[in-house]
């Protein structure tokens, strides 16, 4: 028997205090106030701004960092990821260079979006050449294990998809241990509050608005997607509805974290603390989705937009498993669910390989195609538009694939 909304709605709700600290939360919503004409290049940081924020957030980091290490200690396993990872980002830089000239210098992009009062509340808007008419958005929350996010990780993605004339907004949010799980579910909601009340300045259709994550990005934002429901369904106030979201894309995620534990602490991501990072083992039923599902009501699961998940079978950082019994408890429920496998792929290949490489990338190809369907006049635009260049040789792809700590 499927439980009441008010049982969902209370293993959503959070704990004011965890591990004996207590967290400070706003207690109201993005406002959604309209800038005045010409106001949107002084929204956008100049140059000069990002080189400020960049300083700021480089001592952030290098303290978290700190921080960082007494968790996670110095040994073997860690020390050959780093290695690896190291390697990894030295074979693929050519493309990183080019598609970080992109992201510092293009007139379409429009970085650090401030959308809340936390440090790392900003957002990257990535728009389209042509915006002569509203344009379809999506709300993108990128993928890090919950400890490296940042919102730059998403450039790629988002110069593919406004190629192709989609506006991406690449929300940032709170990292551990800066901040833990609850921490960053509410950012992502908030950041979502911004793009559904504030797109339509930007040249965005508000009727039109996708949600979408990548790994522990996914995880994040199917969190705040079910949160939502419940707390739409049970008569709460939001920022933002559910309804606003057409489809929500989960790439390569993990949505019963129960499961995922013992898998991560032989990855690497050690017990201690993943359960850091989630609250304490008392909340991991709290932030998984697939569990919210299981016991929410049926005005929820009604709530509740299409949810695409899209995962590589060769996938060894998450399990595409994961994304499998996600879909089937989804259907049990009643709600709307596609799977689509990318055989052999790994857990960045379709995200950032396949990207890198050019020419067909199979994963804007099935995002075009869902947010698409009823646009004749887009899918002959997407149709005529010219093919993506290479970004590194083939020899460099397959090298990293091998050495690749994901």
Same mark, same amino acid.
């Given at each position: 028997?499927?439980?009441?909304?008010?049982? &969902?709605?209370?293993?959503?709700?959070?704990?004011?205090?965890?591990?004996?600290?207590?967290?400070?939360?706003?207690?109201?919503?993005?406002?959604?106030? !309209?800038?005045?004409?010409?106001?949107?290049?002084?929204?956008? #940081?100049?140059?000069?701004?990002?080189?400020?924020?960049?300083?700021?957030?480089?001592?952030?980091?290098?303290?978290?960092?700190?921080?960082?290490?007494?968790?996670?200690? =110095?040994?073997?396993?860690?020390? @050959?990821?780093? *290695?690896?990872?190291?390697?990894?980002?030295?074979?693929?830089?050519?493309?990183?260079?080019?598609?970080?000239?992109?992201?510092?210098?293009?007139?379409?992009?429009?970085?650090? =979006?401030?959308?809340?009062?936390?440090?790392?509340?900003?957002?990257?808007?990535?728009?389209?050449?042509?915006?002569?008419?509203?344009?379809?958005?999506?709300?993108?929350?990128?993928?890090?294990?919950?400890?490296? /996010?940042?919102?730059?990780?998403?450039?790629?993605?988002?110069?593919?998809?406004?190629?192709?004339?989609?506006?991406?907004?690449? =929300?940032?949010?709170?990292?551990?241990? %800066?901040?833990?799980?609850?921490?960053?579910?509410?950012?992502?909601?908030?950041?979502?509050?911004?793009?559904?009340?504030?797109?339509?300045?930007?040249?965005?259709?508000?009727?039109? =608005?996708?949600?979408?994550?990548?790994?522990?990005?996914?995880?994040?934002?199917?969190?705040?997607?079910?949160?939502? &429901?419940?707390?739409? @369904?049970?008569?709460?106030?939001?920022?933002? !509805?559910?309804?606003?979201?057409?489809?929500?894309?989960?790439?390569? /995620?993990?949505?019963?974290?129960?499961?995922?534990?013992?898998?991560?602490?032989?990855?690497?991501?050690?017990?201690?603390?993943?359960?850091?990072?989630?609250?304490?083992?008392?909340?991991? #039923?709290?932030?998984?989705?697939?569990?919210?599902?299981?016991? !929410?009501?049926?005005?929820?699961?009604?709530? *509740?937009?299409?949810?695409?998940?899209?995962? /590589?079978?060769?996938?060894?950082?998450?399990? @595409?498993? $994961?994304?499998?019994?996600?879909?089937?408890?989804?259907?049990?429920?009643?709600?709307?669910?596609?799977?689509?496998?990318?055989?052999?792929?790994?857990?960045?290949?379709?995200?950032? %390989?396949?990207?890198?490489?050019?020419?067909?990338?199979?994963?804007?190809?099935?995002?075009?195609?869902?947010?698409? $369907?009823?646009?004749?006049?887009?899918?002959?635009?997407?149709?005529?538009?010219?093919?993506?260049?290479?970004?590194?040789?083939?020899?460099?792809?397959?090298?990293?694939?091998?050495? !690749?700590?994901?």
């Amino acid at each position: 028997m499927r439980a009441s909304v008010e049982e &969902a709605g209370a293993l959503l709700a959070r704990s004011d205090s965890f591990g004996g600290r207590r967290r400070h939360r706003s207690a109201s919503p993005v406002q959604s106030a !309209s800038p005045r004409p010409g106001s949107l290049r002084r929204q956008s #940081s100049s140059f000069r701004e990002d080189v400020g924020h960049a300083a700021s957030e480089t001592y952030l980091v290098s303290r978290l960092t700190f921080t960082l290490l007494q968790y996670l200690g =110095i040994g073997y396993r860690w020390m @050959s990821q780093l *290695l690896a990872l190291t390697i990894y980002a030295i074979l693929l830089m050519p493309g990183f260079i080019q598609v970080g000239y992109y992201y510092f210098f293009s007139s379409q992009v429009r970085r650090s =979006i401030v959308y809340g009062e936390q440090p790392r509340n900003r957002l990257d808007l990535y728009i389209p050449e042509d915006n002569s008419r509203p344009c379809p958005v999506v709300a993108f929350v990128t993928g890090g294990a919950w400890i490296i /996010g940042y919102k730059a990780w998403g450039a790629l993605l988002g110069r593919r998809l406004a190629e192709r004339g989609i506006i991406v907004a690449c =929300i940032d949010y709170r990292n551990f241990p %800066q901040g833990t799980i609850g921490d960053m579910v509410n950012d992502a909601s908030q950041g979502i509050s911004f793009v559904c009340n504030n797109i339509a300045n930007y040249g965005g259709d508000p009727n039109q =608005i996708y949600l979408m994550g990548q790994s522990a990005g996914a995880h994040i934002a199917a969190c705040a997607l079910m949160e939502q &429901a419940v707390k739409e @369904s049970g008569g709460h106030p939001v920022s933002w !509805s559910v309804t606003q979201i057409k489809a929500y894309f989960g790439l390569s /995620g993990g949505y019963n974290i129960h499961s995922l534990v013992d898998h991560f602490h032989e990855r690497g991501l050690y017990r201690s603390i993943f359960l850091s990072i989630m609250e304490g083992e008392e909340s991991l #039923s709290r932030y998984s989705p697939e569990i919210i599902a299981k016991m !929410s009501s049926a005005e929820t699961i009604a709530l *509740l937009p299409l949810i695409v998940l899209m995962h /590589g079978t060769g996938d060894y950082s998450i399990p @595409s498993s $994961a994304s499998q019994t996600f879909v089937d408890v989804l259907h049990q429920v009643g709600a709307q669910a596609r799977l689509l496998l990318y055989e052999g792929k790994t857990h960045t290949d379709i995200f950032l %390989q396949d990207p890198l490489r050019g020419g067909r990338d199979p994963l804007v190809e099935d995002v075009l195609s869902v947010i698409h $369907a009823d646009d004749a006049i887009a899918r002959q635009k997407v149709a005529l538009a010219p093919t993506p260049r290479r970004l590194v040789f083939e020899w460099q792809l397959k090298l990293a694939r091998q050495i !690749s700590p994901f």
